[in-house]
């Protein structure tokens, strides 16, 4: 229930499919590398070694310009 994108009769539906892949790859991002998990008391991205912090919605918000800063 953490994505409406992928519950039944909502709507928050995706018209075009690019849409759907970037809502998805928000939430996953999201869920791990900024949501602190209760059963590993931090985030999945700090249990599997990816990350040294947990990021703020600010560092995720920031990531596109990141990542386009390398591309070019």
Known sequence: ?????????????SKKLQNLRRALALHFMYYNFCRVHS??????????????????LHDLANLSDVVRDSAA
Request: glycine residues 4%; positive net charge; aromatic residues 6%.
């Open 1 to 13: 229930m953490h994505c409406r994108r992928l519950t039944r009769l909502t709507n928050a539906f």
């Open 39 to 56: 059963t590993v008391r931090t985030t999945p991205a700090i249990a599997a070694g990816l990350t040294d912090r947990i990021w703020t």
